[in-house]
Nanobody
């Protein structure tokens, strides 16, 4: 019973920055680790970043490490993905997901998914 709604996607030039947000329903938000995945046209959905329940541990795909930062504000029931130094290959629909397991690097570990927000990076 967790609903997730992404926002903040848009069009940005290569080298620019963008922050996407995910608002979660319910007061049990802190019971879930959170993750971001993305899917480009013709590609499979891939792991981008994850954060544990307290926010003390984060995990990143090699392709975004050093450029993206995941964070959460449990008081606001919101998780964020700050994206810097964006590249055209970052263009995708970005999905927020909530997990109650420790399997945070795979889609199998997540229980709930948002509808996604489009991020387009122009060259």
């Amino acid at each position: 019973q967790v609903q997730l709604v992404e926002s903040g996607g848009g069009l940005v030039q290569a080298g620019g920055s963008l922050r996407v947000s995910c608002a979660a329903s319910g007061r049990t938000f802190s019971n879930y680790a959170m993750g971001w995945f993305r899917q480009a046209p013709g590609k499979e959905r891939e792991f981008v970043a994850a954060i544990n329940r307290s926010g003390g541990s984060t995990y990143y795909a090699d392709s975004v490490k050093g450029r993206f930062t995941i964070s959460r504000d449990n008081a606001k029931n919101t998780v964020y993905l700050q994206m810097n130094s964006l590249k055209p290959e970052d263009t995708a629909v970005y999905y927020c997901a909530a997990a109650s397991t420790a399997l945070l690097l795979t889609r199998r570990g997540y229980d709930y998914w948002g509808q996604g927000t489009q991020v387009t990076v122009s060259s």
